[in-house]
T-cell receptor, first 110, second 113 residues
Framework: GQQVMQIPQYQHVQEGEDFTTYCNSS?????IQWYKQRPGGHPVFLIQ?????EVKKQKRLTFQFGEAKKNSSLHITATQTTDVGTYFC??????????FGTGTRLTVIP | DAGVTQSPTHLIKTRGQQVTLRCSPK?????VSWYQQALGQGPQFIFQ???????QRGNFPDRFSGHQFPNYSSELNVNALLLGDSALYLC????????????FGEGSRLTVL
């Protein structure tokens, strides 16, 4: 189908440890977006990747788009308690029609 | 600059009733999309409005309908509520149909008893 699958579904890390979530699609993606949703909050846009093999960094966050444009990853270095939340990779089709992945819920233990 | 605002924030209805949720997009945005997020799940696309017309629709029954007004604000209506309609309903706006990034509101939490 159109859904993108994410692993792991849940991740508990000690504060300071690194964290990675992976996103996989059975079809080639025109682009991939990442959103973060804090507990009880709403999704907030993090980044959009468009080019094959693209790597973008935002402070401690590193985003990658696979060479085949079928997978993506988000890596957080030295997690902090403020990183807690669910991270969604999102497939865009047509006009801003977003299909959210299953999400990875990150818990950071102080 | 106000972001996306939604009302009400919480509401409780009973099965068979009807509900209307409202959304004001971020200033400068003319496109509004609605999403349903069940507990523990990712948001699911309901439909999108642009120029007061429904442009795209997800896999939701006709009980879900909407409207966009000339000032770009939007309403989501759900008729004949079912228990399974209990969810967080999120409104998202963007400056145009193909801008990419969506700005989400805080959502309206609907509980159907």
């Amino acid at each position: 189908g159109q859904q993108v699958m994410q692993i792991p579904q849940y991740q508990h890390v000690q504060e300071g440890e690194d964290f990675t979530t992976y996103c996989n699609s059975s079809t080639t993606l025109s682009n991939i977006q990442w959103y973060k949703q804090r507990p009880g909050g709403h999704p907030v846009f993090l980044i959009q990747l468009v080019k094959s093999g693209e790597v973008k960094k935002q402070k401690r966050l590193t985003f990658q788009f696979g060479e085949a444009k079928k997978n993506s990853s988000l890596h957080i270095t030295a997690t902090q308690t403020t990183d807690v939340g669910t991270y969604f990779c999102v497939r865009q089709t047509g006009a801003n029609n977003l299909f959210f992945g299953t999400g990875t819920r990150l818990t950071v233990i102080p | 600059d106000a972001g996306v605002t939604q009302s009400p924030t919480h509401l409780i209805k009973t099965r068979g009733q009807q509900v209307t949720l409202r959304c004001s997009p971020k200033s400068g945005h003319d496109t509004v999309s609605w999403y349903q997020q069940a507990l523990g799940q990712g948001p699911q696309f309901i439909f999108q409005y642009y120029e007061e017309e429904e442009r795209q629709r997800g896999n939701f029954p006709d009980r879900f309908s909407g409207h966009q007004f000339p000032n770009y604000s939007s309403e989501l209506n759900v008729n004949a509520l079912l228990l399974g309609d209990s969810a967080l309903y999120l409104c998202a706006s963007s400056p145009g149909l193909y801008s990419g990034e969506l700005f989400f509101g805080e959502g309206s939490r609907l509980t159907v008893l």
